[in-house]
């Protein structure tokens, strides 16, 4: 398993908040945060650990670059953020801007590329597009010769296993109570509204709920009677071994993608692909998603059954808020990485850059990526339960977004003007007839 820096828990379990935030990964943690700065009374609760599944276990990537254009206002908002928290918080999240890079020999993505730079450039959104000469002095040295990319070069880097924690331990600076290994198991009703969250320890009171728990958010709110439509996805990344410095923030090129880490070594992927462990809320969800099947994106998936169709974050079941819940029995979320992957991956990498020759990999993880049809996040109240509020399906792109998607999440919470048009991110549009787009940028 992962390891994550360690926070503390709030020694005393108090039964009442302003607001309970269900999940300590980037999103809720980001959310209890800025909620805390604005001096709210906040609950942040756990059934594990603070960023102890996707947040801990993701590439480490903070960019602009290449994000859907509905997403890519909250991109640059968010990156903005990252770099102010250092400062507020006086914990070194590990974030630094070093740039990311693109590179492909294909003129098709090529052209993508340079298609979607016009278009963000309305936006506000700068992309240097590079040719074969340019990309030259960018890619990684000794590597091989690419016909084209894109390069972002204020967007960075942060460290998974730093990030969560500062913020978790942020909120708490500002007064938020943090209880880990203390599930969530429904919530508490009165006069059609929310009014408080039962967990494994006892009832919270509170005005209003924040679900932001990422590969289990979707089965926590059908217990309700509310549909969050994700796939849980799950993706394979590496860490190797300290190698030569060729690449200092972000490179993806055709089949690996490199992030240089603190410690001199890299977080090593293949872009693009997973794993689906068919269950029962997958199997529910399948037609929204029947485009993305047959487009590129669906070719690059493996589909497989597995234990998780009785039991897990996409299993089907109800339960009793006074009895153990299936939260309590998954602590963590730790699905196998794909060891088939783990090898192409290193000998990608070592084919493409001979400095690499005696690399090797130190640990492999696999984490659950909680992801929409339409591959856009869901911000956004539900109307059918007024004080209730779901932040997830962020479909792998939550640590980057994480700490705008908490400002945009209490704006919402408090009644402020939210900070951007919210309409995108809504809940509503997978049932009110809204003709989902197919994804074209991950």
């Known amino acids: 398993m992962l390891r994550v820096e360690e926070v503390y828990d709030t020694q005393e379990f108090s039964g009442v908040a302003d607001v309970v935030v269900i999940g300590a990964g980037i999103i809720g943690t980001s959310t209890a945060y800025e909620l805390a ?10 059934k594990g650990i603070v960023g102890g599944e996707q947040s801990g276990r993701n590439w480490g990537w903070v960019r602009q670059q290449n994000r859907d254009l509905f997403e890519l206002p909250l991109a640059m908002r968010s990156l903005h ?17 070093e740039g990311i890079l693109y590179a492909s020999n294909d003129a098709k ?35 091989p010769r690419y016909a084209g990319g894109v390069w972002s070069p204020d967007d960075g880097r942060a460290e998974p296993s730093r990030a969560t924690p500062a913020l978790a331990e942020g909120a708490k600076r500002h007064g938020a109570q943090l209880y880990q290994n203390c599930a ?9 509204r929310v009014s408080g969250v039962w967990t494994e320890r006892g009832l919270i009171k509170a005005g ?7 590969a289990w958010s979707s089965r926590f709110c059908l217990r309700h009677g509310i549909e969050v439509p ?8 590496m860490r190797t071994s300290v190698a030569p410095n060729v690449v200092n923030g972000c490179f993806s090129g055709p089949d690996f993608a490199l992030r240089r880490r603190l410690d001199g070594s ?23 998603y029947y485009r993305n099947y047959r487009n590129d994106i669906g070719k690059k998936l493996k589909y497989r059954l597995s234990k998780r169709w009785f039991q897990g974050a996409e299993a089907s079941a109800s339960w009793d808020f006074d009895q ?55 911000i956004s109240d539900v109307g059918t339960l007024p004080g209730f509020y779901v932040a997830s399906g962020f479909s792998g792109h939550g640590f980057a977004l994480g700490p705008a998607a908490g400002e945009l999440v209490a704006d919402m919470v408090t009644g402020a003007k939210p900070m951007m048009d919210v309409a995108p991110y809504r809940l509503g549009r997978f049932s009110d007839g809204t003709s989902l787009k197919v994804p074209e940028m991950m």
């Open 37 to 46: 700065r604005r001096g709210v009374s906040v609950a942040l609760v756990d």
């Open 81 to 97: 953020r990252w770099g102010q928290l250092r400062d507020e918080i006086q914990i070194d999240l590990g974030f630094r801007r």
């Open 109 to 143: 993505t090529i052209a993508l590329w340079e298609s979607w730079g016009k278009q963000a450039r309305e936006i506000g959104f700068v992309s240097h597009v590079l040719g074969a000469a340019e990309i030259a002095a960018h890619a990684p040295r000794g590597g």
């Open 184 to 192: 969530a198991r429904g919530l508490e009703l009165s006069a059609g």
């Open 208 to 214: 209003a709920v924040v679900s932001a728990g990422g």
């Open 230 to 237: 994700t796939v849980n996805v799950v993706g394979t990344a």
């Open 266 to 288: 890299y977080t090593l992927a293949i872009p693009g692909v997973g794993r689906i462990d068919l269950a029962p809320l997958g199997l529910r969800n399948a037609l929204k």
């Open 324 to 378: 153990v819940s299936p939260f309590e029995r998954c602590r963590v979320l730790d699905p196998n990485p794909d060891l088939e992957l783990v090898r192409a991956a290193l000998d990608n990498v070592k084919r493409a850059i001979p400095e690499f020759s005696d690399m090797r990999i130190v640990h492999a993880w696999g984490g659950a990526i909680d992801t929409t049809p339409d591959l856009i996040p869901v």
